[in-house]
Nanobody
């Protein structure tokens, strides 16, 4: 069993900052890519940022230059530093990770999701 637990959401004024954390635990053999998605009311879930096991990153155009994704492989944790927040960043943020629970073809990596953490940016 694998769990992803997020923390760090909250209410912040426009221009402020928040740092999200997501820790993976359980029967983990290896973690490949990790990422953050968000979903605003009435909208589809979208990728915010992702990071490979080697540290290569990818960002949505809307957050480039404001958000930074990082990970601590020793702690199985991914972070999202969010600066210069805007009201349009308001959404539920979800952690995602591609995790293998064992070695070999009997243990193909699978997608796991956190429960979500709410980020609200007031104008």
């Amino acid at each position: 069993q694998v769990q992803l637990v997020e923390s760090g959401g909250g209410l912040v004024q426009a221009g402020g900052s928040l740092r999200l954390s997501c820790a993976a635990s359980g029967s983990i053999f290896s973690i490949n890519a990790m990422g953050w998605y968000r979903q605003a009311p009435g909208k589809q879930r979208e990728l915010v940022a992702s990071i490979t096991s080697r540290g290569s990153t990818n960002y949505a155009d809307s957050v480039k230059g404001r958000f930074t994704i990082s990970r601590d492989n020793a702690k199985n944790t991914v972070y999202l530093q969010m600066n210069s927040l805007k009201p349009e960043d308001t959404a539920a943020y979800y952690c995602n990770a591609d995790i293998a629970t064992g070695w070999g073809p009997s243990f193909p990596p699978a997608d796991y999701w956190g429960q979500g953490t709410q980020v609200t940016v007031s104008s």
